[in-house]
């Protein structure tokens, strides 16, 4: 068998932008002959996944699961709303929220994790996106846990169990039975998904985040024209607005919009006989953050008209 040196697997990877365990196999299964490995590689269909592994994906699905007292969530993105449509794509995102749990989260860990039926979870989206024909990409995931207590999941419009387009989970931690937190919890996991709060309460509200919008505040109260000391009140006034607005804790309750979150909580910890910790919370929207390709129809069809 022919040496598969480095130098070897480098070439075969820029010749066709597949994965470097993918080259490395095809170079042994052709004896090193890079021409012969880049037809393997075609006719495996890693090749063309490479290539559609630059377009944008920004659809997908959101996944939640819990097992006892710990909970994972991932986004799997795909590039039309069709292929999360798919029940084999549904199914590879539940698989790899279960494969989230045991990795606590970790993306890295998660994607280099065997996957059922043999090869890596990495190997399994490169399988799916050469069988389906779509880029597809497992773009983050969060694990939460509690020692006494429960994690609770919720699903906004889901297209299956624990599959949708916002997903949450809370940990809730208390001495009190699970019966006795669970509805109390669907409760706050229902308010996170539709009021997607920025931070749990004040003190953890990113740096950088505060001081844009105080940076705000300021240049809209100076333009009132008022004396500093009165501008001063004013900032500090909006700045508790926008705390009640971003700050989960502080949120108005959407099941009972005349009291807090906070509140709420507190009722309900004496309600129960026993204290409640919301101790944390994750929420993922599929496609937050992601710049999405806005496509001019007329212009695409127009496109493909001239070249025909």
Not at 54 to 74: H, M, Y
Request: glycine share 8%; with cysteine; charged share 25%.
């Amino acid at each position: 068998m022919a040496d598969i040196t480095a130098a070897l697997v480098k070439e075969l990877r820029e010749l066709t932008g597949a994965g470097m365990m993918d080259c490395k196999k095809a170079l042994k299964e052709n004896s090193g002959d890079i021409e012969s490995s880049v037809d393997w590689l075609r006719s495996q269909g890693l090749s063309a996944a490479a290539k559609k592994s630059g377009r944008a994906a920004s659809e997908g699905l959101v996944a939640v699961t819990v097992v006892d007292d710990k909970g994972a969530i991932i986004e799997l993105n795909s590039e039309t709303d069709f292929v999360a449509r798919n029940e084999v794509f549904q199914s590879v995102a539940k698989t790899i929220c279960g494969i989230a749990i045991e990795e606590n989260g970790d993306l890295e860990a998660i994607k280099n994790a065997n996957y059922p039926g043999g090869g890596s979870v990495t190997d399994q989206l490169t399988h799916q996106i050469a069988t389906i024909g779509e880029n597809m990409n497992l773009r983050r995931s969060c694990v939460l846990e509690v020692d006494t207590g429960i994690i609770c999941s919720y699903i906004h419009n889901a297209v299956k169990p624990d599959l949708g387009k916002i997903g949450v989970l809370i940990a809730l931690e208390s001495t009190a039975g699970a019966q006795q937190l669970e509805t109390f919890g669907k409760q706050i996991s229902m308010h996170v998904a539709a009021a997607n709060p920025l931070a749990m309460s004040r003190s953890d509200i990113n740096e950088v985040d505060l001081n844009r919008e105080k940076t705000i505040l300021v240049e809209q109260a100076k333009d009132s024209g008022k004396p500093p000391e009165i501008i001063e009140k004013m900032v500090e006034g909006r700045l508790s607005k926008y705390y009640s607005e971003v700050c989960l804790l502080e949120q108005k309750f959407v099941i009972d919009p005349d009291v807090s979150v906070q509140k709420a909580i507190s009722s309900f910890s004496k309600e129960i006989g026993t204290e409640i910790v919301l101790k944390d919370f994750v929420r993922f929207g599929l496609g937050d953050g992601i710049e999405k390709e806005e496509q001019d129809f007329a212009a695409e069809v127009a496109a493909v008209a001239s070249n025909a």
